[in-house]
């Protein structure tokens, strides 16, 4: 079974196990070979499940980004994903880890902040024929700079670099797609 398949039939599982539960249904994207997003509406906010696939370790790490899928899909789809209700799918922070990672998380959304501005002045105009470059150049810059950042060591350098090569895209979607890409790999929540 190829990557492809293994992530399109994990989030299929998850679909129906969130159908059996009475959830709402999320929104499938499959972003690179080794991760899949899964999206969920809920009260009038999008919320991600970024689901990335070890190969090597042939286990799933999920990344939740709001405390609504922390307290209620997360409980729902853990035994699905390897970990079991009795524990925590979360490791407990201590007080000074916590803080370190905040300021991590920090200086990561400062990095992206021009490129989400942006993507936030172009998306009027997400529908007309209007060149979207800066978006990917911004957070190409940003990927740039956090390779170079000792504090951003912990990220998956292979990833970046793969990102950064990648060409720019003139397109709305695909140049909101190539940043959110960007966002997931660095743990960013927006």
Known sequence: MSNQELLQTKAEQICACCAEVGLPQPVVRIVSDYAVNLIWH??????TLSLNW???????TPVPNTDWLKQEVMPAIASMLGAS????VFPIRTQQKTAELTETEHLL????????DSLKRLEPFAQDNVDCRIVCRRAREALERILDDPACTHLDRVALLSLCSRPDRSDFSGAKEYLTQCLTLCNIIN
């Open 42 to 47: 809920h009260e009038g906010k999008n919320h």
């Open 54 to 60: 070890s190969p090597n370790h042939q286990k799933w």
């Open 85 to 88: 209700t009795a524990q925590p």
């Open 109 to 116: 959304q400062l990095y992206f902040a021009d490129a989400c």
